[in-house]
């Protein structure tokens, strides 16, 4: 079980954060039966092998699968139709003079005339409501076996909580039986174990969600009558951080947001990131630097494929991912190239100087034919490992199916193609 959830607070505290998701992570009805698709034939076709399961092979497919992710929202941020690069070249691209504190992207209309640009000042982030509860000595058996109960308020929902104390618990098993049954209960909240200096444990509750609106006292709020003690007792019947809105100003203008993702205008989509009290421009970029952008964020895509793929190699001395995504831009190294892409050690780097000057020159065409290559052979490498992470790790064959006589395995890779966790979860 130590194993189960030291991979499970590993995907939690590397990619479970807000800030991870994009609007990309939403898909069509036909983009999801495709993938199954894919999944249900690459499974048909799929050996029977063994593999040596441990937390660095679970490790590499939960970092494979997630850049994998990132590098195909990458390239759907640039589709525009059925256009390719061309389509990142005429299109708006928003800019901030400071990506640290307001982070922009511009989901207005191409074609309409609106807001050119505007300043923002961040004053204050929206903030969410946290309980730290009471430090307990982590080896201590303060709970007496029986029941324990609470109940959790919402702003619109109320849940109840019941779970067992046995016989020889300790604190932080209590403890860590309230955080696991919080987490997977999807109420919105992010409960954890905090550890302090001396070793003594408390339960860290945190909502998702930021901000309270005129109406509400709090996020969240727990208290018990048949457990009151033991409540008490766990600390986690008091507000320790209240939730708090975002504060700023949109040209001088005093705003309030309960989220720190929020629109202007249903033009601007801006995400606050910092407060720093001092003027960001928020406004459109010039064609060529909007292009470059969008190359750098594919190559920062293509060169974490390789990352992952060299660090598994020296963990478990698998090439098969670096040897597969290197071999992809190994194949138009003359082509990148003649537009600013030069590859070093098998990682990419771009020269935004000379990727301009084959945009403004008679060769525009032929950048924007390299460009669109390089960026579907990377759509290649992401959907593989997106579909069978497992092709690039060591195991053992163990019988290949008849080829004229394959059948259907729906669930075979469906741990790592699509929990990506350890099935005893």
């Known amino acids: 079980m130590s194993?189960?959830?030291?991979?499970?607070?590993?995907?939690?505290?590397?990619?479970?954060?807000?800030?991870?998701?994009?609007?990309?992570?939403?898909?069509?009805?036909?983009?999801?039966?495709?993938?199954?698709?894919?999944?249900?034939?690459?499974?048909?076709?799929?050996?029977?092998?063994?593999?040596?399961?441990?937390?660095?092979?679970?490790?590499?497919?939960?970092?494979?699968?997630?850049?994998?992710?990132?590098?195909?929202?990458?390239?759907?941020?640039?589709?525009?139709?059925?256009?390719?690069?061309?389509?990142?070249?005429?299109?708006?691209?928003?800019?901030?003079?400071?990506?640290?504190?307001?982070?922009?992207?511009?989901?207005?209309?191409?074609?309409?005339?609106?807001?050119?640009?505007?300043t923002i000042n961040v004053d204050r982030l929206a903030g969410p409501q946290v309980t730290i509860g009471n430090y307990l000595r982590m080896n201590d058996s303060d709970?007496?076996?029986?029941?324990?109960?609470?109940?959790?308020?919402?702003?619109?929902?109320?849940?109840?909580?019941?779970?067992?104390?046995?016989?020889?618990?300790?604190?932080?098993?209590?403890?860590n039986k309230i955080v696991r049954l919080m987490n997977r209960s999807n109420v919105g909240l992010a409960a954890s174990i905090d550890v302090n200096s001396k070793g003594e444990s408390a339960i860290r509750i945190e909502s998702r969600q930021t901000g309270l609106s005129d109406n509400e006292k709090y996020l969240f709020k727990i208290d018990s009558n048949s457990s009151a003690d033991d409540i008490r007792r766990l600390g986690i019947d008091e507000i320790t951080i209240p939730a708090e809105n975002a504060s700023f100003t949109l040209n001088g203008k005093a705003h309030k947001a309960l989220s720190n993702e929020f629109t202007v205008n249903n033009e601007f989509d801006l995400t606050l990131r910092a407060a720093g009290g001092k003027d960001v421009t928020v406004g459109f970029k010039a064609?060529?630097?909007?292009?470059?952008?969008?190359?750098?964020?594919?190559?920062?895509?293509?060169?974490?494929?390789?990352?992952?793929?060299?660090?598994?190699?020296?963990?478990?001395?698998?090439?098969?991912?670096?040897?597969?995504?290197?071999?992809?831009?190994?194949?138009?190294?003359?082509?990148?190239?003649?537009?600013?892409?030069?590859?070093?050690?098998?990682?990419?780097?771009?020269?935004?100087?000379?990727?301009?000057?084959?945009?403004?020159?008679?060769?525009?065409?032929?950048?924007?034919r390299i460009l669109n290559k390089f960026k579907n052979q990377l759509s290649k490498e992401a959907d593989r490992a997106s579909i069978d992470p497992m092709r690039y790790v060591n195991k053992l064959i163990v019988e290949y199916k008849n080829p004229g006589r394959t059948f259907n395995a729906p669930y075979a890779s469906s741990i790592y193609a699509g929990m990506i966790i350890s099935r005893a979860l």
């Open 287 to 368: 064609n060529a630097d909007a292009v470059g952008d969008s190359v750098s964020k594919m190559i920062n895509a293509f060169n974490s494929l390789i990352n992952v793929g060299k660090s598994y190699e020296s963990v478990n001395g698998s090439k098969r991912l670096l040897n597969e995504v290197v071999h992809a831009a190994g194949s138009m190294r003359s082509d990148l190239s003649k537009v600013g892409i030069k590859e070093d050690n098998g990682l990419l780097s771009l020269d935004r100087n000379k990727l301009s000057d084959a945009l403004s020159g008679d060769g525009r065409e032929e950048t924007f």
């Open 143 to 175: 709970f007496k076996p029986g029941s324990l109960s609470f109940d959790l308020s919402r702003p619109n929902n109320s849940y109840e909580f019941q779970l067992d104390i046995e016989d020889g618990d300790t604190d932080y098993d209590v403890q």
């Open 3 to 118: 194993a189960i959830d030291t991979i499970y607070n590993y995907y939690l505290t590397t990619y479970g954060k807000a800030s991870q998701s994009s609007r990309y992570d939403s898909h069509k009805r036909s983009e999801l039966r495709d993938t199954y698709n894919r999944i249900v034939k690459t499974n048909k076709e799929s050996p029977l092998y063994k593999i040596n399961l441990n937390n660095d092979l679970e490790k590499f497919v939960i970092d494979l699968k997630e850049e994998a992710r990132n590098a195909k929202n990458v390239i759907s941020s640039m589709a525009l139709g059925d256009r390719g690069m061309e389509a990142v070249y005429d299109r708006k691209i928003a800019y901030s003079s400071d990506e640290d504190a307001v982070g922009v992207e511009y989901i207005g209309q191409d074609d309409t005339n609106g807001t050119d640009h505007f």
